[in-house]
C-alpha cells in the first residue's frame, strides 16, 4: 500500500523561490502556477486567458443543474465575476484549475479560502460523459493533495444540494463526513479533517501516479 504523501510528490520547479506549504494569497502574489493530470484531462492553473472555456463549462447543460439558480449566464456577466473574483489577487482569491483533453474542456475544481485559518472549500465541477468517469473522484483528491500538501490547510468543506445524488456519493466516498449543520441554506455541508482523508484507501487509489507540477 502506498504511504499518502508519497503517492503524490511535488514536482518542484528548481527557480521557484518561495517555501512550502503557503496560503493562496501568497501563491498567487508569488505568481506560481500549478498543473496535472488525472487520467486523459490535464488541468492548467486558470489564467484571463481560460476566461470563454471556463464560461463554456459553466454553461454546459449538464453542468448548469450545480450551478446557482441553474441558468446560462451571459458572458459579460461571466467576465466581470472572473475579473473580480479569480484575476483580482487578495485573501480571498480561490484556486481555479481548468481540465481540457483532446483540446475540449472537460471540467474545473475550485479551492475557495474560507474565514476559518486552515480551511478551504473545495469543489468539483465535470461535464459531459465525465460525469460518469473516473474524473470526478481524481479531481477531487488532487485538489485534496494539493490542500494539505502545498497549502497546509487542516480542514476541507464541500457544499451539496441534497437532490444531487451522485455528488452526494463522490463526497462520501472520498470520506468527507456531514456537518451537523450547513451555513449555506439549501446545501448541504461536510467538513473534514485533511489527515483523515490522505489517510483513506480512496484517496492513496485515485492519486496513484499523480504528480503536481509547479512553476513560475
Request: glycine share 10%; charged share 15%.
Amino acid at each position: 500500500m502506498l504511504d499518502a504523501v508519497a503517492a503524490v510528490p511535488l514536482i518542484l520547479s528548481p527557480n521557484f523561490a518561495i517555501d512550502f506549504p503557503v496560503g493562496l494569497e501568497s501563491w498567487h502574489r508569488a505568481g506560481g502556477r500549478i498543473s496535472f493530470a488525472a487520467g486523459d484531462v490535464c488541468f492548467t492553473q486558470f489564467d484571463a486567458a481560460d476566461a470563454d472555456a471556463l464560461l463554456e463549462i459553466r454553461n454546459d447543460p449538464s453542468v448548469l443543474p450545480f450551478m446557482p439558480g441553474a441558468q446560462a449566464i451571459d458572458r459579460a456577466r461571466h467576465l466581470d465575476w472572473v475579473n473580480a473574483t479569480l484575476l483580482h489577487t487578495s485573501g480571498a482569491t480561490p484556486l481555479l484549475m481548468l481540465g481540457r483533453a483532446a483540446g475540449r474542456v472537460a471540467g474545473f475544481g475550485i479551492l475557495k479560502p474560507t474565514a476559518a485559518a486552515g480551511t478551504l472549500e473545495i469543489g468539483v465541477i465535470v461535464a459531459g460523459h465525465w460525469q460518469r468517469s473516473m474524473l470526478p473522484p481524481r479531481l477531487g483528491c488532487a485538489l485534496i493533495a494539493l490542500a494539505a500538501q502545498l497549502f497546509g490547510a487542516d480542514t476541507l468543506v464541500s457544499y451539496v444540494n441534497p437532490r444531487h445524488g451522485h455528488a452526494l456519493r463522490l463526497n462520501g466516498g472520498a470520506g468527507l463526513q456531514l456537518a451537523a449543520r450547513s451555513d449555506k441554506p439549501g446545501e448541504q455541508c461536510f467538513r473534514t479533517r485533511l489527515d483523515a482523508l490522505v489517510s483513506t484507501p480512496f484517496y492513496r487509489r485515485c492519486t496513484r501516479g499523480l504528480q503536481i507540477r509547479l512553476t513560475q
